[in-house]
Protein backbone atom coordinates (compact mmCIF):
# COMPACT_ATOMS: atom_id res chain seq x y z
CA UNK A 1 0.00 0.00 0.00
CA UNK A 2 3.02 2.36 0.81
CA UNK A 3 4.45 3.79 -2.64
CA UNK A 4 8.16 5.12 -2.39
CA UNK A 5 8.25 5.85 -6.09
CA UNK A 6 10.60 9.08 -6.47
CA UNK A 7 8.41 12.44 -7.50
CA UNK A 8 9.67 15.39 -9.38
CA UNK A 9 9.94 18.25 -6.35
CA UNK A 10 6.06 19.81 -5.72
CA UNK A 11 5.86 23.37 -4.72
CA UNK A 12 5.04 24.09 -1.59
CA UNK A 13 4.14 27.08 0.60
CA UNK A 14 5.08 26.50 4.22
CA UNK A 15 2.59 28.20 7.58
CA UNK A 16 4.29 28.98 11.06
CA UNK A 17 3.02 30.55 13.67
CA UNK A 18 4.81 32.65 16.44
CA UNK A 19 3.38 32.58 20.09
CA UNK A 20 4.24 34.41 23.01
CA UNK A 21 6.70 32.21 24.10
CA UNK A 22 8.80 32.42 21.04
CA UNK A 23 10.62 34.57 19.46
CA UNK A 24 11.14 35.36 15.88
CA UNK A 25 14.14 33.60 15.50
CA UNK A 26 13.13 29.87 17.07
CA UNK A 27 10.38 30.01 14.45
CA UNK A 28 12.60 30.52 11.74
CA UNK A 29 14.89 27.50 13.00
CA UNK A 30 11.21 25.64 13.12
CA UNK A 31 10.46 26.66 9.61
CA UNK A 32 14.25 25.59 8.46
CA UNK A 33 13.59 22.08 9.53
CA UNK A 34 10.11 22.25 8.29
CA UNK A 35 11.88 23.04 4.91
CA UNK A 36 14.41 20.24 5.46
CA UNK A 37 11.61 18.12 5.80
CA UNK A 38 9.70 18.79 3.14
CA UNK A 39 12.41 18.50 0.92
CA UNK A 40 13.48 14.94 2.38
CA UNK A 41 9.75 14.15 1.23
CA UNK A 42 10.18 15.76 -2.17
CA UNK A 43 9.12 19.38 -1.91
CA UNK A 44 10.43 22.39 -2.84
CA UNK A 45 9.51 25.72 -0.65
CA UNK A 46 8.66 28.80 -2.29
CA UNK A 47 7.02 30.92 -0.19
CA UNK A 48 6.94 30.66 3.62
CA UNK A 49 4.17 32.67 5.65
CA UNK A 50 4.03 33.70 9.43
CA UNK A 51 1.61 35.08 11.66
CA UNK A 52 2.19 36.21 15.17
CA UNK A 53 -0.85 35.08 17.48
CA UNK A 54 -1.32 34.47 20.93
CA UNK A 55 -3.10 31.22 20.29
CA UNK A 56 -3.46 29.60 16.69
CA UNK A 57 -7.22 30.41 15.11
CA UNK A 58 -9.00 27.23 16.04
CA UNK A 59 -10.67 27.25 13.14
CA UNK A 60 -8.35 28.30 10.75
CA UNK A 61 -5.27 27.94 12.45
CA UNK A 62 -3.88 31.52 11.35
CA UNK A 63 -6.36 34.63 11.06
CA UNK A 64 -8.87 34.68 8.18
CA UNK A 65 -6.96 37.55 6.89
CA UNK A 66 -4.01 36.15 6.14
CA UNK A 67 -5.60 32.80 4.84
CA UNK A 68 -6.94 35.55 2.18
CA UNK A 69 -3.33 36.05 1.20
CA UNK A 70 -2.50 32.53 1.31
CA UNK A 71 -5.49 31.52 -0.91
CA UNK A 72 -4.48 33.81 -3.45
CA UNK A 73 -0.88 32.97 -3.61
CA UNK A 74 -1.57 29.32 -4.03
CA UNK A 75 -4.05 29.90 -6.61
CA UNK A 76 -1.94 32.64 -8.44
CA UNK A 77 1.24 30.28 -8.52
CA UNK A 78 -0.57 27.12 -8.70
CA UNK A 79 1.01 25.52 -5.56
CA UNK A 80 0.24 21.79 -4.54
CA UNK A 81 0.25 22.10 -1.06
CA UNK A 82 0.53 23.92 2.20
CA UNK A 83 2.20 22.49 5.47
CA UNK A 84 1.74 24.01 8.61
CA UNK A 85 4.52 23.86 11.40
CA UNK A 86 2.03 22.21 13.83
CA UNK A 87 -0.53 19.46 13.92
CA UNK A 88 -4.10 20.53 12.81
CA UNK A 89 -7.59 19.49 14.61
CA UNK A 90 -9.28 17.82 12.19
CA UNK A 91 -11.78 20.78 12.06
CA UNK A 92 -9.01 23.03 10.99
CA UNK A 93 -7.74 20.66 8.03
CA UNK A 94 -11.47 20.47 6.99
CA UNK A 95 -11.51 24.07 6.96
CA UNK A 96 -8.42 25.10 5.59
CA UNK A 97 -8.53 22.52 2.40
CA UNK A 98 -12.08 24.08 1.79
CA UNK A 99 -10.59 27.73 1.43
CA UNK A 100 -7.23 26.47 -0.19
CA UNK A 101 -8.77 23.68 -2.57
CA UNK A 102 -5.17 22.07 -2.48
CA UNK A 103 -3.38 19.58 -0.42
CA UNK A 104 -2.89 21.00 3.16
CA UNK A 105 -0.92 18.90 5.20
CA UNK A 106 0.38 19.32 8.80
CA UNK A 107 4.13 18.70 10.40
CA UNK A 108 3.02 15.06 11.71
CA UNK A 109 0.85 14.30 8.31
CA UNK A 110 4.99 14.97 6.52
CA UNK A 111 6.56 13.06 9.35
CA UNK A 112 4.44 10.23 8.53
CA UNK A 113 4.97 10.20 4.95
CA UNK A 114 8.41 10.41 5.12
CA UNK A 115 8.63 7.62 7.02
CA UNK A 116 6.35 5.68 4.94
CA UNK A 117 8.91 6.45 1.92
CA UNK A 118 11.99 5.59 3.78
CA UNK A 119 10.64 2.18 5.24
CA UNK A 120 12.90 -0.34 3.47
CA UNK A 121 11.67 -3.48 5.57
CA UNK A 122 8.02 -4.98 6.17
CA UNK A 123 8.43 -4.82 9.64
CA UNK A 124 9.15 -1.01 9.13
CA UNK A 125 6.14 -0.57 6.59
CA UNK A 126 4.21 -2.50 9.28
CA UNK A 127 4.77 0.42 12.32
CA UNK A 128 4.50 3.06 9.96
CA UNK A 129 1.28 2.10 8.12
CA UNK A 130 -0.49 1.81 11.53
CA UNK A 131 0.70 4.87 12.78
CA UNK A 132 -0.84 6.21 9.87
CA UNK A 133 -3.87 4.57 10.93
CA UNK A 134 -3.84 5.94 13.91
CA UNK A 135 -3.54 9.62 12.72
CA UNK A 136 -5.83 8.99 9.96
CA UNK A 137 -9.17 7.52 12.01
CA UNK A 138 -9.92 10.63 13.76
CA UNK A 139 -9.49 12.12 10.34
CA UNK A 140 -11.80 10.38 8.09
CA UNK A 141 -14.86 12.30 7.64
CA UNK A 142 -14.82 14.42 4.65
CA UNK A 143 -11.38 14.09 4.38
CA UNK A 144 -10.04 15.95 1.14
CA UNK A 145 -12.53 14.03 -0.60
CA UNK A 146 -13.48 16.93 -3.15
CA UNK A 147 -9.51 16.68 -4.13
CA UNK A 148 -8.46 14.20 -6.85
CA UNK A 149 -7.02 11.76 -4.36
CA UNK A 150 -5.08 9.16 -6.85
CA UNK A 151 -2.88 12.30 -7.92
CA UNK A 152 -0.28 11.00 -5.06
CA UNK A 153 2.78 12.70 -4.25
CA UNK A 154 3.81 14.13 -0.53
CA UNK A 155 1.09 12.79 1.95
CA UNK A 156 -0.88 10.88 -0.40
CA UNK A 157 1.32 7.97 0.49
CA UNK A 158 -0.16 5.29 3.01
CA UNK A 159 -3.80 4.47 3.65
CA UNK A 160 -6.67 6.19 2.89
CA UNK A 161 -5.53 6.57 -0.79
CA UNK A 162 -8.80 5.94 -2.45
CA UNK A 163 -11.96 6.97 -1.32
CA UNK A 164 -13.72 3.71 -0.60
CA UNK A 165 -10.72 3.12 2.26
CA UNK A 166 -12.05 6.56 3.78
CA UNK A 167 -14.43 4.26 5.86
CA UNK A 168 -13.30 4.23 9.92
CA UNK A 169 -14.53 0.27 10.38
CA UNK A 170 -12.05 -0.50 7.28
CA UNK A 171 -9.60 1.35 8.82
CA UNK A 172 -10.17 0.15 12.38
CA UNK A 173 -9.66 -3.34 11.24
CA UNK A 174 -6.83 -2.54 9.72
CA UNK A 175 -5.38 -1.36 12.94
CA UNK A 176 -6.07 -3.89 14.58
CA UNK A 177 -4.74 -6.17 12.02
CA UNK A 178 -1.09 -4.31 11.54
CA UNK A 179 -1.15 -4.60 15.81
CA UNK A 180 -1.56 -8.24 15.43
CA UNK A 181 0.97 -8.31 12.82
CA UNK A 182 3.68 -6.23 14.52
CA UNK A 183 3.14 -8.47 17.84
CA UNK A 184 3.98 -11.97 15.57
CA UNK A 185 7.18 -10.03 14.43
CA UNK A 186 7.95 -8.79 17.81
CA UNK A 187 7.81 -12.01 19.67
CA UNK A 188 10.47 -13.14 16.54
CA UNK A 189 12.61 -10.41 17.17
CA UNK A 190 12.39 -11.11 21.38
CA UNK A 191 13.75 -14.24 19.95
CA UNK A 192 16.25 -12.97 18.18
CA UNK A 193 17.42 -10.76 20.78
CA UNK A 194 17.78 -13.24 23.32
CA UNK A 195 19.96 -15.25 21.01
CA UNK A 196 22.13 -12.41 21.43
CA UNK A 197 23.47 -13.68 25.22
CA UNK A 198 24.93 -11.24 27.06
CA UNK A 199 27.05 -9.42 25.35
CA UNK A 200 27.22 -5.66 26.53
CA UNK A 201 24.82 -3.66 24.44
CA UNK A 202 25.53 -0.10 23.50
CA UNK A 203 22.73 2.09 21.11
CA UNK A 204 23.49 5.14 19.05
CA UNK A 205 20.74 7.52 19.66
CA UNK A 206 19.85 11.02 19.23
CA UNK A 207 18.35 13.70 16.93
CA UNK A 208 17.91 12.77 13.21
CA UNK A 209 20.85 13.48 10.71
CA UNK A 210 23.54 13.70 13.64
CA UNK A 211 25.50 11.01 11.92
CA UNK A 212 24.71 7.83 13.84
CA UNK A 213 24.79 5.87 10.54
CA UNK A 214 28.10 7.25 9.75
CA UNK A 215 29.54 6.63 12.93
CA UNK A 216 28.26 3.00 13.27
CA UNK A 217 30.42 2.48 9.64
CA UNK A 218 33.54 3.87 11.08
CA UNK A 219 33.35 1.75 14.68
CA UNK A 220 31.99 -1.49 12.64
CA UNK A 221 33.05 -1.85 9.72
CA UNK A 222 29.44 -2.00 8.33
CA UNK A 223 27.68 -0.14 5.48
CA UNK A 224 24.52 1.25 6.69
CA UNK A 225 22.91 4.06 4.58
CA UNK A 226 23.89 7.46 5.71
CA UNK A 227 22.60 10.66 3.93
CA UNK A 228 21.95 13.99 4.14
CA UNK A 229 18.34 13.50 4.87
CA UNK A 230 15.85 13.27 7.31
CA UNK A 231 15.47 10.33 8.71
CA UNK A 232 17.91 8.00 6.32
CA UNK A 233 17.89 4.78 8.78
CA UNK A 234 14.21 3.24 10.10
CA UNK A 235 15.30 0.35 11.01
CA UNK A 236 17.75 -1.15 12.93
CA UNK A 237 21.10 -2.32 12.48
CA UNK A 238 22.93 -4.56 15.17
CA UNK A 239 26.89 -5.11 14.73
CA UNK A 240 29.27 -6.98 17.06
CA UNK A 241 32.20 -4.52 17.41
CA UNK A 242 35.53 -5.64 18.99
CA UNK A 243 37.65 -3.19 21.16
CA UNK A 244 40.86 -4.43 22.66
CA UNK A 245 39.35 -8.16 22.94
CA UNK A 246 35.95 -7.28 24.34
CA UNK A 247 33.26 -7.96 21.95
CA UNK A 248 30.13 -6.26 22.41
CA UNK A 249 27.45 -5.19 20.17
CA UNK A 250 25.84 -1.52 18.36
CA UNK A 251 23.07 -0.86 17.05
CA UNK A 252 21.73 2.27 15.18
CA UNK A 253 18.25 2.76 14.95
CA UNK A 254 15.68 5.88 13.92
CA UNK A 255 16.56 9.22 14.77
CA UNK A 256 14.42 11.39 17.02
CA UNK A 257 12.97 15.08 15.85
CA UNK A 258 11.41 17.87 18.11
CA UNK A 259 7.36 16.50 18.13
CA UNK A 260 7.86 13.69 17.12
CA UNK A 261 4.29 12.20 16.55
CA UNK A 262 2.88 10.37 19.22
CA UNK A 263 1.26 7.50 16.79
CA UNK A 264 4.95 7.29 15.45
CA UNK A 265 6.22 6.58 19.16
CA UNK A 266 3.61 4.36 19.74
CA UNK A 267 3.67 2.42 16.92
CA UNK A 268 7.69 2.00 16.52
CA UNK A 269 7.78 0.88 20.37
CA UNK A 270 9.23 -2.49 19.82
CA UNK A 271 12.31 -0.72 17.35
CA UNK A 272 12.63 1.51 20.23
CA UNK A 273 13.33 -1.71 22.18
CA UNK A 274 16.88 -1.98 20.99
CA UNK A 275 17.25 1.56 22.92
CA UNK A 276 15.10 0.24 25.89
CA UNK A 277 17.12 -2.98 26.49
CA UNK A 278 20.56 -0.93 26.06
CA UNK A 279 22.99 -0.94 28.51
CA UNK A 280 24.71 1.98 27.40
CA UNK A 281 23.28 4.75 25.14
CA UNK A 282 25.66 6.78 23.21
CA UNK A 283 23.69 10.35 22.51
CA UNK A 284 25.11 11.66 18.98
CA UNK A 285 24.86 15.30 18.78
CA UNK A 286 25.63 17.68 15.66
CA UNK A 287 27.75 20.23 17.54
CA UNK A 288 27.67 21.90 13.92
CA UNK A 289 23.93 22.52 14.40
CA UNK A 290 22.82 26.09 15.54
CA UNK A 291 20.24 24.76 17.19
CA UNK A 292 21.74 21.42 19.05
CA UNK A 293 20.70 22.24 22.31
CA UNK A 294 17.07 22.08 21.80
CA UNK A 295 18.09 18.92 19.66
CA UNK A 296 19.55 17.30 23.36
CA UNK A 297 16.41 18.36 24.85
CA UNK A 298 14.05 16.92 22.58
CA UNK A 299 15.75 13.70 22.34
CA UNK A 300 15.94 13.36 26.36
CA UNK A 301 12.32 13.83 25.93
CA UNK A 302 11.81 11.15 24.35
CA UNK A 303 14.41 8.70 26.02
CA UNK A 304 12.38 9.75 28.76
CA UNK A 305 8.83 9.24 26.73
CA UNK A 306 10.35 5.72 26.39
CA UNK A 307 11.78 5.23 30.20
CA UNK A 308 15.33 5.37 29.35
CA UNK A 309 16.72 8.46 30.42
CA UNK A 310 18.55 7.33 33.35
CA UNK A 311 20.81 4.71 31.59
CA UNK A 312 24.52 5.05 31.66
CA UNK A 313 25.25 8.23 28.52
CA UNK A 314 27.90 9.37 26.73
CA UNK A 315 27.61 12.49 25.15
CA UNK A 316 29.19 12.17 21.80
CA UNK A 317 29.80 15.83 19.70
CA UNK A 318 30.07 15.25 16.48
CA UNK A 319 30.43 17.33 12.92
CA UNK A 320 33.73 19.17 15.14
CA UNK A 321 35.30 19.29 11.58
CA UNK A 322 32.09 21.73 10.14
CA UNK A 323 31.51 23.81 13.76
CA UNK A 324 32.12 27.53 13.21
CA UNK A 325 31.29 29.80 15.77
CA UNK A 326 29.40 33.36 14.71
CA UNK A 327 32.54 35.70 14.40
CA UNK A 328 32.92 38.31 16.95
CA UNK A 329 33.52 42.10 16.81
CA UNK A 330 35.92 42.76 20.01
CA UNK A 331 35.55 46.44 19.05
CA UNK A 332 31.45 46.79 18.65
CA UNK A 333 30.87 47.91 22.08
CA UNK A 334 27.04 47.12 22.03
CA UNK A 335 27.44 43.44 20.72
CA UNK A 336 27.44 41.04 23.43
CA UNK A 337 29.11 37.72 22.88
CA UNK A 338 26.40 34.81 22.99
CA UNK A 339 26.52 31.03 22.39
CA UNK A 340 26.82 31.42 18.83
CA UNK A 341 30.33 33.52 18.90
CA UNK A 342 31.01 30.57 21.42
CA UNK A 343 34.38 28.23 20.15
CA UNK A 344 34.33 24.40 20.97
CA UNK A 345 36.93 25.22 23.82
CA UNK A 346 34.36 27.82 25.38
CA UNK A 347 31.32 25.24 25.34
CA UNK A 348 33.64 22.45 27.07
CA UNK A 349 33.67 25.02 30.13
CA UNK A 350 29.90 25.68 29.90
CA UNK A 351 26.66 23.13 30.99
CA UNK A 352 29.40 20.39 29.26
CA UNK A 353 32.06 21.35 31.78
CA UNK A 354 29.30 18.83 34.37
CA UNK A 355 29.24 16.17 31.80
CA UNK A 356 33.14 15.76 32.34
CA UNK A 357 34.42 12.47 31.28
CA UNK A 358 31.18 11.79 29.65
CA UNK A 359 31.11 14.62 26.84
CA UNK A 360 33.33 13.18 23.97
CA UNK A 361 33.92 15.61 20.47
CA UNK A 362 34.44 13.78 17.44
CA UNK A 363 34.19 14.07 13.68
CA UNK A 364 33.23 10.46 12.45
CA UNK A 365 33.88 11.87 8.79
CA UNK A 366 37.03 12.19 9.42
CA UNK A 367 38.01 10.05 12.06
CA UNK A 368 39.15 12.80 14.21
CA UNK A 369 39.42 11.54 17.86
CA UNK A 370 38.40 8.23 17.16
CA UNK A 371 40.98 6.64 19.41
CA UNK A 372 39.63 8.75 22.60
CA UNK A 373 36.33 7.53 21.48
CA UNK A 374 36.78 3.83 21.00
CA UNK A 375 39.11 3.55 24.93
CA UNK A 376 36.10 5.81 26.72
CA UNK A 377 33.96 3.46 25.14
CA UNK A 378 36.19 0.19 25.94
CA UNK A 379 36.55 1.47 29.39
CA UNK A 380 32.84 2.03 30.01
CA UNK A 381 31.64 -1.41 28.41
CA UNK A 382 34.07 -3.19 30.23
CA UNK A 383 33.02 -1.97 33.39
CA UNK A 384 29.15 -3.41 32.68
CA UNK A 385 30.87 -6.36 31.59
CA UNK A 386 32.80 -7.28 34.27
CA UNK A 387 29.92 -6.25 36.69
CA UNK A 388 28.06 -9.04 34.53
CA UNK A 389 30.93 -11.95 34.68
CA UNK A 390 32.99 -10.63 37.83
CA UNK A 391 34.93 -14.04 36.68
CA UNK A 392 36.72 -13.20 33.67
CA UNK A 393 37.78 -9.64 33.95
CA UNK A 394 41.11 -10.37 33.59
CA UNK A 395 40.88 -11.45 29.84
CA UNK A 396 39.92 -7.71 29.32
CA UNK A 397 43.12 -5.42 30.10
CA UNK A 398 42.58 -1.98 31.79
CA UNK A 399 41.83 1.02 29.01
CA UNK A 400 45.57 1.98 29.12
CA UNK A 401 46.85 -1.36 28.18
CA UNK A 402 44.56 -1.42 24.81
CA UNK A 403 45.89 -0.51 21.56
N1 LIG B 1 30.76 17.48 8.41
C1 LIG B 1 30.42 16.29 8.91
N2 LIG B 1 29.36 15.65 8.41
C2 LIG B 1 29.05 14.45 8.94
C3 LIG B 1 29.79 13.86 10.01
N3 LIG B 1 29.21 12.69 10.34
C4 LIG B 1 28.15 12.55 9.49
N4 LIG B 1 28.04 13.59 8.64
C5 LIG B 1 27.05 13.79 7.57
O1 LIG B 1 25.77 14.02 8.16
C6 LIG B 1 24.74 13.48 7.34
C7 LIG B 1 23.86 12.55 8.15
O2 LIG B 1 24.59 11.41 8.53
P1 LIG B 1 23.91 10.06 8.97
O3 LIG B 1 24.99 9.15 9.44
O4 LIG B 1 22.98 9.58 7.90
O5 LIG B 1 23.04 10.58 10.21
P2 LIG B 1 22.01 9.76 11.11
O6 LIG B 1 22.14 10.33 12.47
O7 LIG B 1 22.20 8.31 10.94
O8 LIG B 1 20.63 10.26 10.48
P3 LIG B 1 19.19 9.54 10.43
O9 LIG B 1 19.38 8.08 10.18
O10 LIG B 1 18.54 10.26 9.32
O11 LIG B 1 18.54 9.83 11.74
C8 LIG B 1 25.44 12.77 6.19
O12 LIG B 1 25.44 13.63 5.08
C9 LIG B 1 26.87 12.56 6.71
O13 LIG B 1 27.82 12.53 5.67
C10 LIG B 1 30.92 14.60 10.52
O14 LIG B 1 31.64 14.19 11.43
N5 LIG B 1 31.18 15.81 9.94
MG1 LIG C 1 20.96 6.88 10.27
Redesign the pocket.
Known amino acids: MIEKKDIALEKVVLIGVITQDQDEETLKEYLDELEFLTYTAGGEVVKRYTQKMAMPNPKTFIGTGKMDDVASFVKENDIGTVIFDDELTPAQERNISKILNCKILDRTNLILDIFAQRAQTSYARTQVELAQCEYLLPRLKGMWTHLERQKGGIGMRGPGETEIETDRRIVRDKIALLKSKIKTIDKQMAVQRGNRGKMVRVALV????????????VISKSD??????????LDTTVRKVVIGNLPFLVS?T??FIRKLPTQLVESFKSTLDEVREADLLLH?V?I?HSNFEEHIESVNQILDDIKSKDKPTIMVF?????YEAEPFDEDDLIAERTEANYSIEEWKRTWMHRVGDNALF?????K?NMDEFRKRVYKEVREIHVTRFPYNHFLYPDVEDIE
Open positions: GYTNVGKSTLMNVFAENKLFATDVGVDSNKIDAISAINE
